[in-house]
């Protein structure tokens, strides 16, 4: 009985090494190492390189190594078995920090402070606004956004999430489906996108998108925090709409081309924000524990646990 390691990117040793302690009656391969395909009844992706998960005939479960399954999809020739995505509280704390943190960012202003210091200058407005005077919109309320959603209306922020169906969040207004999108942008100072990649998400952020939100805030546009994942953004329309002044701030974890090509803009654009993609980073020994986990549930005849809706694409 075997696991495969299939990343595409990054170490999988680390991996190799945890499993071995969660997993010690199980063998740990990697792609790239000899195995035997027979052997593959289990296997972690992260961006596997497509087609290598094929012709595996014992393939029981893929486990996404993160709560995002688009790089899974994006192989025409993914096995027809279950899958399973992360849903830890390791990585729901760290996506909560680097949302709260930005949020705050923007409300303090902490850009224009630091340029400020830069330049010596020693300017204030009169008066502030503090989080109850400003609207967060967080666009998916799944294990991610709703925890952001949570923690932020701690805070005094007045905060509404978007999703296909309705939640019931303490101090969270509800907004679900399309037709309810408009409302929703209008009441939004800070929008912040962790939205998981699928057909009907692809390109959401856009130009159409940012005009639509509030012109009637307490900031001086409305600004975007787009953690969930770069397809989900066109690039060309945030670059414009921050020249135009249509939002203030855009503070960008993850991009349509990872790594950040050197030539793009949003590099060096005063009012940009890049993070490479490390909003959440899967900890080996937090994630690792959490698919062993599923595995021993899987193999004690039990169910799987945070499994994939392959028509949703989520
Ligand atoms: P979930 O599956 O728990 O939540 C997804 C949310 O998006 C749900 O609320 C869902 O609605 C909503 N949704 C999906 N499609 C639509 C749509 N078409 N219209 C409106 N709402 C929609 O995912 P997680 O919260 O665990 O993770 C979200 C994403 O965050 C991941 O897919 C990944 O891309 C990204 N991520 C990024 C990381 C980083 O480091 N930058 C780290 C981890 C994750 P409903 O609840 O009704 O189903
Ligand atoms: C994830 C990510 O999906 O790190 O977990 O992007």
Not at 56 to 84: E, K, Q, T
Not at 292 to 298: H, P, V, W
Request: net charge neutral.
């Amino acid at each position: 009985m075997t696991l495969l390691i299939a990343l595409g990117t990054g170490d999988p040793n680390p991996w190799v090494t945890k499993f071995r302690e969660f997993l010690p009656g199980m063998q740990i391969a990697k792609l790239g190492n000899d195995f035997d395909p027979d052997e593959i009844q289990y296997a972690m992706s992260w961006y596997h390189p497509v087609g290598s998960l094929s012709n595996l005939p014992n393939l029981r479960a893929i486990f996404s190594m993160g709560a995002g399954v688009d790089h899974l999809f994006r192989d025409p020739n993914l096995p027809d078995v279950p899958m399973a995505r992360i849903v830890d509280s390791d990585l729901t704390n760290r996506m909560t920090e680097y949302v709260v943190m930005h949020t705050l960012n923007i409300l303090r202003q902490s850009r224009r402070y630091r340029t400020q210091q830069l330049q010596g200058v020693w300017q204030d407005d009169d008066l502030q606004p503090v989080a109850s005077d400003i609207r967060v919109g967080i666009m998916g309320m799944g294990v991610l956004g709703s925890d952001a959603a949570r923690k932020l209306a701690l805070l005094g922020f007045k905060v509404a999430g978007w999703s296909t169906s309705e939640k019931q969040i303490d101090g969270v207004k509800s907004y679900c489906g399309s037709s309810n999108l408009p409302p929703f942008l209008a009441r939004t100072d800070i929008l912040i996108s962790l939205l998981p990649l699928t057909p009907e998400t692809r390109g959401i952020i856009n130009s159409k998108m940012l005009k639509g939100l509030a012109r009637d805030g307490r900031v001086p546009a409305p600004s975007l925090i787009n953690a969930g994942r770069g397809g989900l953004q066109i690039e060309d329309d945030i670059l414009a709409c921050l020249d135009d002044g249509i939002i203030h701030e855009a503070v960008l974890d993850v991009f349509q081309t990872e790594p950040l090509p050197p030539t793009s803009r949003l590099w060096s654009h005063p009012n940009v924000t890049v993070t490479p993609h490390n909003a959440s980073v899967s900890n080996p020994l937090a994630i690792g524990r959490s698919i062993a986990e599923k595995i021993k549930t899987l193999e004690s005849g039990g169910k799987l646990l945070n499994s994939v809706h392959r028509d949703r694409g989520y």
